[in-house]
């Protein structure tokens, strides 16, 4: 089962513009993180957020986390052409498994 | 350095079959996760494994099952194949085996159930 829900499914916007993402989860956690899969590839890791964290930066990533709403957001600052992808988020509530959302897929039109 | 690599790239099987998939974690790592990805969908936790144990599992029946070796790498068996196996399979890697650490994927093994 996915404890992690993305908001939107799909998201088209132009080069240059932001990108902002919703995961909303279920139980408490130790930890959220967001993955980047580009088509017929693996995930990639982008960035991970502890659950005492409120807001981690990384590059053109910034990543927000409100545990009271059980909820995250990625932003995509000056999104690129190569952003395009699926973005996952994954909560960690139990020691080892990571729980995945569904995804949204973002694509970026030069 | 070698990142997280898999075996084979894509297979083709027809229902009852077993199969074997084989991962090598990236350098450094020792703990391998398995996760499934059915088309259009998230990746489901199969099982992990950490000092050659699985160390937790995921909502998959036995027809699942797996093994470490002594140098980290894995392999995933999947025996009696539906056709609702058909999916993306992929490997993970991390050091120490909590879910507070980043993990490390491969490119995958697309499985195909005819």
């Known amino acids: 089962s996915q404890q992690g829900e993305e908001d939107p499914q799909a998201l088209s916007i132009q080069e240059g513009e932001n990108a902002t993402m919703n995961c909303s989860y279920k139980?408490?956690?130790?930890?959220l993180q967001w993955y980047r899969q580009n088509s017929g590839r693996g995930l990639v890791h982008l960035i991970l957020?502890?659950?005492?964290?409120r807001e981690k930066h990384s590059g053109r990533l910034r990543v927000t986390l409100d545990t009271s709403k059980k909820s995250s957001s990625l932003l995509i600052t000056a999104s690129r052409a190569a952003d395009t992808a699926s973005y996952f988020c994954a909560t960690g509530s139990s020691a080892r498994q990571l729980t995945f959302g569904s995804g949204t897929q973002l694509t970026v039109l030069p | 350095d070698a990142g997280v690599t898999q075996s084979p790239t894509h297979l083709i099987k027809t229902r009852g079959q077993q199969v074997t998939l084989r991962c090598s974690p990236k350098s450094g790592h020792d703990t391998v996760s398995w996760y499934q990805q059915a088309l259009g969908q998230g990746p489901q936790f199969i099982f992990q494994y950490y000092e050659e144990e699985e160390r937790q599992r995921g909502n998959f029946p036995d027809r699942f099952s797996g093994h470490q070796f002594p140098n980290y790498s894995s392999e995933l068996n999947v025996n009696a194949l539906l056709l609702g196996d058909s999916a993306l399979y992929l490997c993970a890697s991390s050091f120490g085996g909590l879910s507070n650490q980043p993990q490390h994927f491969g490119d995958g093994t697309r499985l195909s159930i005819l």
């Open positions: 957020i502890r659950s005492n964290e």
């Open positions: 139980t408490s956690i130790n930890n």
